[in-house]
């Protein structure tokens, strides 16, 4: 099956700091990755959606400003928490789908994710 | 609103059979899924639904009902490694994904 990649697997960093997660395709070419991000004991939620080549899509109540989503190729996407706080410490995911022609691919293969801890 | 429902919580034994039932009331709809999630881990996919029916893979069956709008992920032959969050997540007529709060399943000897 497809294998996404996410980098680092954990990071641990003081508050008002900048970190960059990076998600990569790693055997496919993904022209749409989503960002997602979780909390204890909570569901997975939606924060963007990062198109190749484009500004990436927000969902509501996300600052743009703050996380900073670039996908400069096809098989990368990034991910900055810009001068982070103890609240954005979560799990931070990413997935892609695999392009189709003549018909969506609904399948989302997932990164492993990246523990944020920010003290 | 857009809302799925799915048991907090739910206990098997090793060996038996379990069903996780999902409930979804959504904008449109343009398939089910079930993910498993292992503590710390992100999501791996185990079926898509579109269709009303029984999907059936190995150990695991997902079923759909888009008039009732019901599905359940059945799992049998139990596992210990079978011990995880399962979430149930909706695509929209946005085919935006709308996720459940996910069912942790602990199995027990």
């Known amino acids: 099956g497809a294998v996404v990649s996410q980098h680092p697997s954990r990071v641990i960093c003081k508050s008002g700091t900048s970190v960059k997660i990076e998600c990569r395709s790693l055997?496919?070419?993904?022209?749409?990755m989503f960002w997602y991000r979780q909390f204890p004991k909570q569901s997975l939620m939606l924060m963007a959606t990062?198109?190749?080549?484009?500004?990436?899509?927000?969902e509501q109540g996300v600052e743009k400003d703050k996380f900073l989503i670039n996908h400069a190729s096809l098989t990368l996407s990034t991910l900055t928490v810009t001068s982070a706080h103890p609240e954005d410490s979560s799990f931070y995911i990413c997935?892609?789908?695999?392009?189709?022609?003549?018909?969506?691919?609904?399948?989302?293969?997932f990164g492993p994710g990246t523990r944020l801890t920010v003290t | 609103g857009q809302n799925i429902d799915q048991p907090t919580e739910m206990t098997a034994t090793e060996g038996a059979i379990v069903q996780i039932n999902c409930t979804y009331q959504?904008?449109?709809?343009?398939?089910l899924f079930w993910y498993q999630q292992h503590a710390g881990e992100a999501p791996t996919f185990l079926s898509y639904?579109?269709l009303d029916g029984l999907e059936e893979k190995g150990r695991f069956s997902s079923f759909l009902s888009r008039s009732k709008g019901y599905s359940y992920l059945l799992l049998k032959e139990l596992q210990m490694k079978d011990s995880a969050s399962y979430l149930c997540a909706v695509m929209d007529s946005n085919y935006q994904l709308i996720w459940g709060a996910g069912t942790k399943l602990i199995i027990k000897p």
């Open positions: 997935s892609a789908t695999i392009p189709k022609k003549g018909s969506f691919s609904y399948e989302q293969y």
């Open positions: 959504t904008s449109g709809f343009n398939g």
């Open positions: 055997d496919f070419q993904a022209t749409t």
């Open positions: 990062s198109n190749e080549g484009s500004k990436a899509t927000y």
């Open positions: 639904n579109v």
